[in-house]
């Protein structure tokens, strides 16, 4: 399994970082191209590499870490998403979903990205929080997962376990994906998961 | 603000428990009298009311701490629950999805009583959990609070965070209600919410 992130901002910058801690393999890539994160990548590597938005594009799962607008740009920069499964790290920053014609903005973005498994996670913490161990106080960090696709699901909650967090599977976008809205109650809680 | 527990099993000891250490007064019930709630209350002091079925359920807030088949013995014990805030800390363990007709578990127990606002919460812990004190390493523990209707939801969530823990609302039952329904992801979490 191969990992990209599209994103280098703070929520790009740190899943990095929770990537290199856990020594799991990322590339990284924005708009500007590799050389924009050639300092990220030097202090993270060797799990950190920057490539070009194309290669990153490669990857068996790839990240949203961009503003929300922004997905509509990385959806159109490859020919078919079919097969892959993609992460939505993303927050529709707005109080109404109107703009979205009332899907849940997850949904949203599978619209745009024809064959791909879209799950959500990742978007719920300040980028500060996310960036720090997983690991407190006898317990681990839970990170909320929700998609359509039952399997991707699974294999995303695994990729969360490995970097650290308690992974939280909320199943369909109609089931758990409201609450991991901007603003829903699972976003910015900073929850403790103890016990197995 | 008057609150009862309906049950002296398991989950009804562990509220009284939890009532008794916050110091909030709660009348406490079951089918079988006062008398056989007595050696808890007097454990648990002045706050924890044993009370007779009937004047429990005089309460503003009933909590039903019972199997959940015996909610319609509760329902059927008061002439009108208008106006009351029920509490659905019950779980369907050994009730099959056929018998609740594909429903939420809690919506099944709105329908039984009629006028009522129900809340679900303090069903989600593991009896033994539920007891213990909730605040944990600096934290406190997480308890999830659901229903159809908004302001009974946000009372809840205030005697709940009375209790000692972190309530988190849900809101509706269609939703919220599933996860923390039996075999829902957010039932049986241990979550400690960082201040």
């Known amino acids: 399994m191969t990992y990209a992130i599209i994103g280098s901002g703070n929520v790009g910058q740190a899943l990095a970082y929770r990537f290199a801690r856990s020594g799991i393999s990322v590339s990284i890539a924005n708009t500007r191209g590799p050389d924009s994160i050639s300092d990220l990548a030097k202090k993270l590597c060797p799990a950190v590499t920057a490539v070009h938005l194309q290669d990153a594009l490669n990857a068996d799962v790839v990240i949203f870490a961009v503003p929300f607008a922004a997905h509509a740009v990385i959806a159109q920069a490859i020919a078919t998403w079919e097969g892959k499964t993609v992460i939505d790290a993303m927050n529709f920053r707005e109080p109404s979903l109107a703009p979205l014609g009332g899907l849940q903005s997850s949904e949203f973005v599978a619209k745009s990205l024809p064959g791909a498994k879209v799950v959500k996670t990742f978007n719920q913490l300040p980028a500060a929080l996310l960036a720090s161990d997983p690991a407190e106080s006898g317990g681990r960090r839970v990170m909320f997962v929700t998609g359509n696709h039952d399997e991707a699901n699974s294999a995303v909650a695994d990729l969360v376990a490995s970097l650290g967090f308690a992974p939280v599977v909320l199943g369909k976008i109609s089931d758990g994906g409201s609450l991991l809205r901007f603003g829903g109650p699972l976003v910015l809680q900073n929850l403790i998961k103890l016990g197995s | ?195």
């Open chain 2, 1 to 195: 603000m008057t609150y009862s527990i309906i049950g002296s099993g398991n989950v009804g000891t562990a509220l009284a428990r939890q009532f008794a250490r916050s110091g909030i007064t709660v009348g406490i019930a079951n089918t079988r009298g006062p008398d056989s709630i007595a050696p808890l209350a007097k454990e648990l002091g002045a706050k924890v009311v044993p009370q007779t079925l009937q004047d429990a359920l005089k309460a503003d807030v009933v909590i039903l701490a019972v199997p959940f088949r015996a909610h319609t013995t509760v329902a059927s014990a008061l002439e009108s629950w208008s106006g009351k805030v029920v509490v659905d800390a019950m779980n369907t363990y050994g009730v099959s999805p056929e018998e609740l007709k594909g429903q939420a578990s809690t919506d099944v127990v709105a329908a039984a009583f009629p006028g009522a606002k129900i809340v679900k919460t303090l069903n989600q812990l593991p009896a033994k959990l539920l007891a213990q004190d909730p605040s944990v390493n600096g934290g406190r523990r997480v308890m999830f609070v659901s229903s159809n209707d908004a302001n009974a939801e946000a009372l809840m969530a205030t005697l709940v965070a009375d209790l000692g823990f972190a309530p988190i609302q849900l809101g509706k039952v269609n939703v919220g209600g599933m996860l923390i329904g039996m075999g829902g992801s957010l039932i049986l979490q241990n979550l400690i919410k960082q201040a």
